[in-house]
């Protein structure tokens, strides 16, 4: 078996100038590019040329048409990445369906977590079907029982249904594609509305002014098709482009991260994009011997995004490859979200990581993007993501609503043509970030320089640990479901933890003094945090009423955060044990 070509022998490229991803495929149909899928090993599995999968997509959506489904009709499809899930995926496309990316057990601590984010995804989407694969049909005909849902079927047995005489009409490019649900609550989840024109537009835009593909070009991918940067930027956009891409499912990649660069390295891919933590996970695997047999000289776009960049671990990524032929300039940060579809800025090619060395206390008193000099005591590196794409206006406003000049900290707002139609069913929460004129309040906070933008945090809540997108609010949840505790007793941030990544912290409000009572409380905490999230979240035991509150008296996470890092709260005794110092610099590590 080998895989798709790199290079189209007959068929001219088309730049995604499509009206929908269905008249896509129809085109890349002509030619013999495609996607394949790799095993853990490394070994290829799956062929499917854009011919097959468009041939295998008008099958699909027949034989799911002709189970009665009405034009419209939202279909969960739980995203592996597979080539049951692309086929799955635009079988919704031609049959003017509305497909629906849920997520698979990878980020999850359990089954019990897993069954609630799916059941809780399906009733907000209105989902009136499911199709998954077959290693998840019980856990998601568990999810699905007592929805009343049309079909809960597995990818393998749409084959089995019949076909019938079904005359498809495609979604146009003023109908609804997909949901998006990447970076949404697990417990009141938000299914971005993504439009056929927003994403054919967002496509375009990646393809000509972000990535510049160009003859020769190879994408690789091991991102989850259920998050948006997997799904637009690792294969609707490749689709649009009539381009071969290679694919290791996200599984394979978190157990053997150098499969991913051996990929690479094999195909003499040129294109890949993964968030930070990637990055640093297989420069942490990597040794002398594995590096020494990679090539990856025609790694021209290493595509950073999905969560704040970090700089020296960008950095220390280029050095322990630099021998296998990587180039740091191939770095691109950029930055965007799912309510854009996916990309807004990208870095100009080329260039690699850029940096602005800035006082750290100064971006949040006074809010300004001060340089840094021979005296700031801590300072902060900022990273460049780039200048917006052509077709988005974008502006950093700040409290009044007022546009902020250079290098002061504001909240970044967005308009284009590849910005959400709104919350899935959600008006309220719509108006609450996108108002009458377009402009969507993004929630993150930046600051421009030369016209390029800077993100320095997020002025929603929004904690992103490893990728993973949570909101504090489940968080919190978890610790409200413990018999006695009251829901304004806790609040979920983050800090900074021994290498400036994210960290998930809880500050819990606690009467009791009694110090076993308060390690079983910190103990049962963070089980059911893992148990119902899948991550690991330190507990810090506040003093009653030490938690700051709003004007209207609600708990404040900002205000929390700020407090807890200027040491204006400390954790009492029966905290976590840290390993490390996260907040005191002054005091001992694991003292507080």
Known sequence: MNPTPTSEPTLPRRMADFETLSEALDYAANGECGLNFYSMRGELETVLPYAELQKNAVDYAKRLMNQGLKRGDRVALVADVSADFCVAFFACQYAGLIAVPLPIPISFGGREGYIRQLRQQLESSGASSMLMPVVVVELSEEAAAGLGLR?????????????????????????????????????????????????????RLNAVHGVQIRDGDRMMSWLPFYHDMGLVGGMLTL??????????????????????????????????????????????????????????????????????????????????????????????????????TLAVSFMPLDVGIEVDIVDEAALSDPGKAIPATDQTEKIREVVNCGIPMPEFDVVIRDEDGQSCPDRDIGTLYVRGTSVMS?????????????????WLDTGDMAYFLNGAIYIVGRAKDLIILNGQNLWPQDIEWSVEQIEGQRNDECVAISVPGPKGEEVAMLLVQTRTRDLEKRSNFVKEVKDRIRKQLGINCLVALVNPRALPRTSSGKLSRSKAREAFLSQLILPEEGSDPFSWDITHPKSSAGKH
Not at 174 to 196: A, D, M, N
Not at 322 to 332: D, I
Not at 422 to 438: A, Q
Request: with cysteine; proline share 6%; glycine share 6%.
């Open 151 to 203: 079909m809960v079927i597995s990818y393998p047995d749409i084959l089995d249904l019949p076909v019938g005489d079904v005359a498809l009409q495609p979604s146009t490019s003023t109908e609804t594609s997909y949901l998006q649900y990447s970076s949404g609550s697990t417990r009141f989840p938000h299914g971005v509305t993504i439009l056929q024109s927003a994403a054919v537009n967002n496509c």
């Open 422 to 438: 709104g919350y899935h069913d959600d008006p309220e929460t719509t108006r609450s970030v996108l108002d009458d004129e377009g």
């Open 239 to 340: 689709v649009m482009t009539q381009m071969s891409v290679d694919f290791l499912p996200t599984e394979y990649f978190a157990r053997r991260p150098m499969m991913w660069l051996e990929i690479m390295s094999r195909n003499k891919s040129t294109i890949c994009y993964a968030p930070g933590f990637g990055y640093e996970l297989v420069s942490r695997r990597a040794n002398d011997q594995r590096i020494a047999e990679l090539d990856l000289s025609a790694w021209r776009v290493a595509g950073l995004g999905a969560e704040m960049i970090r700089a020296p671990s960008v950095r220390e990524f280029a050095k322990v490859f630099a021998p296998a032929g990587f180039r740091a300039e191939a770095f691109v940060p950029s930055y965007g979200l799912a309510e854009c």
